[in-house]
């Protein structure tokens, strides 16, 4: 029931219309991973290599995070890894604040359908996420800035070896 609901969100997505930037888009990214994740990855929204094939972190940055994550014991492949907006911007420019509203509400439900014990939110734009009860929040450095900066970089890996003793304590607990 779970992926019927999510495979139906994501045809939502695909059509959107709700705000301008699927004017310049060649591919909706609604985000992927295992309905049963225990952790939702939410950045910004997808840049151009991401736009370029639909799926989310595929670029450089999201190379670099595959890495940190391997190096901590983590598989990306067990995370749902999403953003706040579904769709590339102009220039790769922040989104607007009318464009996280409109594209909010998918994000909600995906939040609601996959149930993470714990989100990841990466960077500023991903902080715009609703806080529920019952699901640990960590703000953590966006990789693509993590990749530029050796201070950040030394950072992000330090709040991923955070993430992995989280996900640990957690696994050990159920
Ligand atoms: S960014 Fe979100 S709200 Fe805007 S058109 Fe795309 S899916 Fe719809």
């Not at 450095?141 to 993590?146: C, D, E, G, L, Q």
């Amino acid at each position: 029931m779970i992926t019927l609901a999510l495979e139906d969100l994501n045809w939502q997505i695909y059509g959107c219309r709700k705000c301008r930037l699927w004017q310049g888009a060649k591919h909706s990214v609604p985000g992927e991973g295992p309905l049963n994740a225990k952790v939702m990855l939410i950045g910004q929204n997808p840049g151009a290599n991401e736009d370029a094939v639909g799926r989310p972190f595929v670029g450089r940055s999201g190379k670099f995070l595959n890495k940190v994550l391997a190096e901590n014991g983590l598989k990306r492949e067990d995370l749902f890894v999403t953003s706040i907006v579904k769709h590339v911007s102009p220039r790769n420019r922040k989104p607007l604040p009318d464009e996280v509203a409109a594209c909010l509400p998918y994000l909600i439900i995906q939040i609601n359908l996959i149930k993470p014990k714990i989100i990841v939110l990466l960077g500023q734009s991903a902080k715009e996420t609703p806080r529920y009860e019952g699901i640990e929040y960590m703000e953590v450095i966006h990789p693509s800035a993590a990749m530029r900066f050796n201070k950040m970089k030394d950072k992000f890996r330090e709040q991923v070896a955070e993430l992995a003793e989280r996900i640990a304590s957690i696994s050990n607990n159920t």
